[in-house]
């Protein structure tokens, strides 16, 4: 204890020491007790804080002196007497020396073997303040000296001087260097700018020593520095200049603070900072960016009453913002807008325009604005045309989307890597895998570097086709290459090794995953217990279940729906309905889709009443049922022969205006059949063609059985025959089948007829006799 108190005296009596000796709080210069001659000029430098209730001298400022005077008592001594060195130096023999590197001189060696050089070089740093390259010149050999680091005063006393010197780039330079020695380290009450502005009276200052100080701290992307800098500026009235406070806007702006780039646009109008056109607009295209669209025309209004025009950039960016989210009437006001007050769109502009409206499927309209675009005399660029290639390939036409490629390269125009992701994933969803790799391959000689999104896309369209092998090695590729796979590449893979039934593969994706710190998302995980629950694996649907929730991650409702369609397929019709109630106690959305596979699990397994039941029991949880809930109820209700209340279900159904689709006319048919109500199937069938609805192959292949069922072979053949001639070729079971009726009904002539006929179109692949029981071959 005696220790503490001994060494906290000591530093008590220092610090008053150094209160003394540089007379904090009070506005007079600093003196030593040895006149030195550079110095007998009145204009010294002072220490004076601009208000009482604001520490300039900042602790940093007296703790870097504290730390050089108390080195004295136990730096080496040094041969010479420094005052009486001082004494005889004077400004021409230091200039002298400065000007011919003459830093051997015993003079300004001895200088630095002083425990004080700091404190000297700052005021040698003053007496040279007139001869601004000499001060430079000096600071940098200094700094070269072993053992001597310079203090912050001494780093701004030269940019004072330097920027009185006009020398404005050296200036910048060295208050950079100064901010970046002095990030790290952790001083209480540091701060940039209180040095700068206590050393404010080493020359005639002016204010952009302080702009320039901003504008650094922004440079450098110290962006909270640059806001406290930014208030200090505020309280003492020496203001940035709006150049200045447009790029700190822009960097906020990137960095995402889209509120906090409003918020400094008021700080500045506040300030008395006029803004300019260019100060909008950034803030009203980072309004745009982050979908901000009613702020974004407020200051756009704004810009106007304070009379600045706004320009093509503003226009641009509002476009754009108003495009992406589909106001296309919105986008057309601000098209018109611009033109009327003499503002030309250029390509970005139409650029914007053809984008937004190839975006919501509006192409007839964005090739208006293409051939105006090229009547004007603009030239498309890349980003037109693989905007245009980009639509056609998403609607399917791919032709027209060759025909722009080659457009574009006849232009002299080359394809970038968004034009050929483009066209690899076009082709890839059509299935032309091979064009889509050939494309992959173009790409890599003209020196496009494939990225993520390609890759993806690739790897998708091979695990689509079954390629799971060459998706795989792709992958590996991947990862040679040093590139880091995103979650999509995992859950594009994970989903074909689950098509292809390599559970093993699927699950060890996850470990690997984990193994480099990706965290499986849960679309992931759903891809995987999809999956799994296909392939009738509870138990490892349990385990990663149990890993999705110790990673935090709770189920969804798909994730339920899909657990829940597995139990019923395995029988499982307790544990299956237990899940709604699970669902049900956790707070987790119940979904139509959730009782759509509820009510026909319930149905498949037979248990009809507890199905209407369920479907009943929709209102309690907020939801109507929709066609597929009715549709799985009528389904099952026809299959258990309750014709009547299918038939009850169906009309239900048209009273609430919902549209039966397919799958309920067919379902409807079916039972109908089953139950010889021949007239009913028929009509039913007709009101079908009458909505416009072309028979599908579930629907003819209930007609074509359902009347061979019942005997009725003639109406049976037509449906047969119909069905052919529309392409849609009835499976092996349904021929079998209707020839097994016309023998049984001793048509046998007509059999062998309609046999022949099969075995010709190839419908037939197995012998008859195999199939049919009692024909001879």
Known sequence: MKLISATLSFFTKMLVSLRNLFHINRRIPIRVSHPFLLFQNPNLITFSPPSSNSLVVCPFVL????????????????NCNTNNFLDEFNKESLCKIIRQDQWDDPKIVNLFGSSLAPIWVSKVLVGLKQEPHLTLKFFKWAKTQKGFSPTSESYCILVHILFYGRMYFDATAVLKEFILSRRGIEFPGFDFFDVLWSTRNVCPYGFGVFDALFSVLVDLGLLEEASKCFSKMKRFRVLPKVRSCNAFLHKICKSGGRDRSRRFLEEMVGAGIAPSVYTYNIVIDCMCK????????????????IDLTPDVVTYNSLIDGYGKVGLLDEVLFFFEEMKSIACQPDVITYNAMINCFCKFQQMPRAFEFFREMRNKGLRPNVVTYSTFIDAFCKEGMM????????????LGLLPNEYTY??????????????????LANEMLQANIALNIVTYTTIIDGLCEAGRIEEADEIFRAILKAGLTPNVQIYTTLAHGYMKAKKTEHALNLL?????????????????????????DKMEETKIVIGEMKESGLSLNPVIYTTIMDSYFKAGKTTEALNLLEEMWNLGIEVTVVTFCVLVDGLCKAGLILEAINYFNRMSEFNLQPNVAVYTVLIDGLCKKNFIEAAKSMFDEMLSRNLVPDKTAYTALIDGNLKHRNFKEALNLRN??????MELDFPAYTSLVSGF?????????????????????LPD???CIGVLRKYYELGHVAEAIELQNEMAKRGLITSPVHLAVPGVQT
């Open 63 to 78: 703790f870097t002196s504290f730390c050089f005077v108390i080195r004295l008592p136990f730096g080496t001594k040094s």
């Open 511 to 535: 470990k690997e995953m984990k193994e480099k710190n990706i965290n499986p998302d849960l679309l992931l995980h759903g891809t995987v217990i999809w999956g799994l629950c296909n392939q």
């Open 290 to 305: 982050e979908g901000e669209l009613e702020t974004a025309r407020m200051l756009f209004r704004q810009m106007k009453e």
């Open 687 to 692: 009101r079908m063609i009458e909505m416009g």
């Open 399 to 410: 032709q027209q989307g060759i025909k722009f490629l080659v457009d574009m390269r006849r």
């Open 421 to 438: 992701t483009s066209l690899i994933d076009a082709n890839c969803k059509a299935g032309n895998l091979t064009e889509a790799l050939k």
């Open 732 to 734: 092996e079971v349904l």
């Open 708 to 728: 061979c069922r019942c005997g009725q072979l003639q109406q049976a053949r037509e449906f047969l025959d119909e069905m052919i001639s529309k392409c849609i």
